[in-house]
C-alpha cells in the first residue's frame, strides 16, 4: 500500500479536471490528479473537436454562447498548437428556414459572438465543394482543437507548478470522517497497487461518470445524464471551415476539419451506462445522410472510423430526462456541503471542451470559499508549456517537418507524417503505454489505413528498443488492432471494405498476428 498526501485531489483527467488541476496547482495547492486510464481516453479524447465560437448556441442557450465566445480567444492565446484557427461558416441550405438567420444574427450580437452575413457567393469560393443551393451563409469565428495536445500541455503547465499526475489510478472509494472527506483510495490499474491519498479536498471532474464518485462518497444521486453522440471521420477534409448548418441545434448539422480528416457529427441519446456506447450502423448512415445536405457527393468519400462519446450534463428540469440535446450545456458547480452535509466535496458537470478553463475556475473558487480563503485565477495569463505565443497548428506542420528531417528520420505513419524519432520519444517517456496512449498523443494508425501498415511497425520498434518483450509487443499489437476495429465495423462499406480486407491480409495473412505468442492477459 503507497500513502501520500495532498491540499486536494482532482479526480479524472479529461479537460476539466487538468483545467482543474493546473488552476489549483497556479493558486499554490499541493494537487493529484488522478485517472483510472489515460488522460484524456473518456469524453474529452471522443468529442467532435470544434472549438465552439459560440453560435451554435446564440439562439438556444445564449449564456452558454457567449462563454464559448470568451474562452475560444483565451483557448486559442494559452494553448494555440492545440488550435487551428479554421474559421467557421454557419450556412442555410435548401431544407432549412430562410428566417432562422435573423434569429441567429440577433442572438450573435446579443451574446457578444462576432458573427457577419456574407453573401453565399463567397462562402462557395471559399468552400467550393458546399451545397451550391445554399440560400444564406454567416461568417463566425469557429477554430478546431486536439482535445489530446490541450490536455497535455494542461497537465505539463501542472506538474510545472508542482502537481502529481497518476494516470491508470482508479478511484475505489472516497474517505470520510463524519461530515468532511479525508481522503480517496485507489487502485493502480498497471501494477494491482492500493493507494491512498489523504487530502482535505476532492474535486470530482469525472465527467458521464461523476455520480459514480459522488456515490463512493455517500452523496445523495448526482443527477448526470450522459448523452451519447456518434461521429464519424471521413479520409479527407472535404471543407477547410468548419461548416455549420444555421438550424436550431439538431443531429449532424456540424462538418469539423481536424488534422488529415472531417468529421461529421453529432446524434444525441441519453443513456446509462458511460462505459458502454454503441455505434448503431443507423445513425452511422444518418450521419452520412446529413452530410450530403451540406456537401452534395459526401457519401462517395470514403468514411474510415466512427466512435461515440457521452456528455457530462447535468438534468435539467426544463427538459425531460429522456431530451439530452435541449439539455443546458452550461456548466454547474454541486456544493456536497449544501447538498448532502459532506464537506470536501465538490463536483463539476457540463460544460464542454471549449469552456474547459473557465470550469476549473468555478470549481476552485468554490474550493477556495469553503476554505474561505482566495488567490486569483491565472490560468488564462500564461501560456502552457510546449506552445509558441501566436503559432496555432497548421494542417502542413508534419509535412514541413518531415520534410526538414527526411534524410536523418524515418516515416512510421504515412497517413499521419509520424516519424521513427517521435514514436521512440514518447515511448522512452511512456514505457508502460499501451499503443492507443501512444496513438492520442501522436495520430499513428488514425489515417484511411487505419493501422493496417503502421500498427507491425511500431509493435516491431516497441520491441526493438527493448522497451517490452516479444510476447508484450504481439499483446500490445493486438489490442491495438482490436480497438481500431471497434470504430471501423460500424462504416464498413465501399472503399473502407477494401482497405479492411487488404489489412487483415497483411496482419492475418502475412503476419498471422492471432497466432503469434502474446500474453495469457490482455493489456487494460
Ligand atoms: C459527442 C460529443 C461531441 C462533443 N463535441 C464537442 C465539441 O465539438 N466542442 C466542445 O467544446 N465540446 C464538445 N463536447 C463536450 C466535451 O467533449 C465535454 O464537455 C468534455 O470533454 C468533458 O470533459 P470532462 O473532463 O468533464 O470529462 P471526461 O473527458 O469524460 O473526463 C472524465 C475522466 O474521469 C475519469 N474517471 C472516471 N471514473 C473514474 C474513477 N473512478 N477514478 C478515476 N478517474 C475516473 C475517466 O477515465 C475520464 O478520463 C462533446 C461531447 C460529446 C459527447
Not at 10 to 35: H, P
Not at 376 to 381: G, K, Q, V
Amino acid at each position: 500500500m503507497r500513502k501520500l498526501r495532498a491540499d486536494v485531489v482532482v479526480v479524472g483527467g479529461g479537460s476539466t479536471g487538468v483545467g482543474v488541476v493546473r488552476d489549483a496547482a497556479m493558486r499554490g495547492y499541493k494537487a493529484i490528479l488522478v485517472d483510472r486510464a489515460d488522460l484524456a481516453q473518456g469524453t474529452s479524447g471522443r468529442f467532435h473537436g470544434l472549438l465552439h465560437s459560440g453560435g451554435r448556441y446564440v439562439v438556444s442557450d445564449p449564456e452558454s454562447a457567449t462563454e464559448c465566445a470568451e474562452e475560444n480567444a483565451i483557448v486559442t492565446r494559452i494553448q494555440p498548437h492545440a488550435v487551428e484557427t479554421t474559421g467557421g461558416l454557419f450556412v442555410v441550405t435548401p431544407h432549412d428556414d430562410p428566417a432562422f438567420g435573423d434569429q441567429f444574427l440577433a442572438g450573435a450580437l446579443k451574446a457578444k459572438v462576432p458573427a457577419r452575413e456574407i453573401d453565399p457567393a463567397l462562402a462557395l469560393a471559399r468552400e467550393p465543394r458546399l451545397n451550391p443551393g445554399i440560400l444564406r451563409a454567416f461568417e463566425v469565428e469557429d477554430g478546431t482543437v486536439d482535445g489530446w495536445q490541450l490536455v497535455w500541455s494542461a497537465a505539463a503547465s501542472a506538474q510545472a507548478y508542482g502537481a502529481e499526475i497518476l494516470s491508470y489510478h482508479e478511484v475505489v472509494a472516497v474517505e470520510r470522517t463524519g461530515e468532511a472527506v479525508t481522503g480517496v483510495r485507489c487502485l493502480n490499474r498497471k501494477t494491482g497497487e492500493d493507494v491512498t491519498i489523504e487530502c482535505g479536498f476532492v474535486l470530482n471532474c469525472a465527467g458521464p461518470w461523476a455520480g459514480r464518485i459522488a456515490n463512493a462518497a455517500g452523496c445523495q444521486p448526482v443527477d448526470v445524464v450522459p448523452g451519447r453522440g456518434i461521429m464519424v471521420a471521413m479520409a479527407h477534409r472535404l471543407v477547410n471551415t468548419v461548416v455549420n448548418r444555421c438550424i436550431y441545434p439538431a443531429d449532424g448539422d456540424i462538418l469539423v476539419p481536424i488534422h488529415t480528416v472531417c468529421v461529421i457529427g453529432t446524434t444525441d441519446h441519453p443513456t446509462t451506462d458511460p462505459d458502454h456506447l454503441e455505434i448503431p450502423r443507423e445513425e452511422v448512415q444518418q450521419m452520412l445522410d446529413a452530410g450530403e445536405e451540406l456537401i452534395p457527393g459526401f457519401r462517395d468519400a470514403r468514411a474510415v472510423h466512427a466512435w461515440a462519446g457521452a456528455r457530462p450534463l447535468i438534468k435539467d428540469k426544463h427538459v425531460a430526462a429522456t431530451d439530452t440535446r435541449h439539455m443546458s450545456r452550461g456548466m454547474s458547480v454541486i456544493d456536497h456541503r449544501e447538498r448532502d452535509g459532506l464537506s470536501g466535496l465538490l463536483t463539476i458537470g457540463g460544460g464542454k471542451l471549449t469552456t474547459y478553463r473557465l470550469m476549473a475556475e468555478h470549481i476552485v473558487n468554490a474550493m477556495e470559499e469553503q476554505l474561505g480563503v482566495s488567490h486569483p485565477c491565472r490560468t488564462a495569463d500564461e501560456i502552457c508549456p510546449g506552445n509558441v505565443p501566436g503559432k496555432t497548428y497548421l494542417i502542413t506542420d508534419r509535412l514541413h517537418e518531415r520534410e526538414e528531417d527526411r534524410l536523418s528520420d524515418q516515416i512510421i505513419c504515412e497517413c499521419e507524417l509520424m516519424s521513427r524519432s517521435m514514436f521512440i520519444d514518447l515511448l522512452e517517456k511512456f514505457p508502460q503505454a499501451s499503443f492507443d496512449d501512444l496513438r492520442r498523443q501522436l495520430r499513428v494508425g488514425m489515417g484511411p489505413c487505419q493501422g493496417g501498415f503502421c500498427s507491425s511497425r511500431i509493435a516491431g520498434l516497441t520491441f526493438e528498443e527493448g522497451a517490452v518483450d516479444i510476447e508484450r509487443a504481439t499483446g500490445l499489437l493486438r489490442l491495438f488492432l482490436e480497438n481500431r476495429w471497434i470504430g471501423l465495423w460500424p462504416i464498413l462499406s465501399g472503399d473502407q471494405v477494401r482497405q479492411a480486407a487488404l489489412d487483415d491480409w497483411i496482419i492475418q495473412g502475412i503476419l498471422d498476428v492471432d497466432h503469434l505468442p502474446h500474453p495469457a492477459k490482455e493489456e487494460i
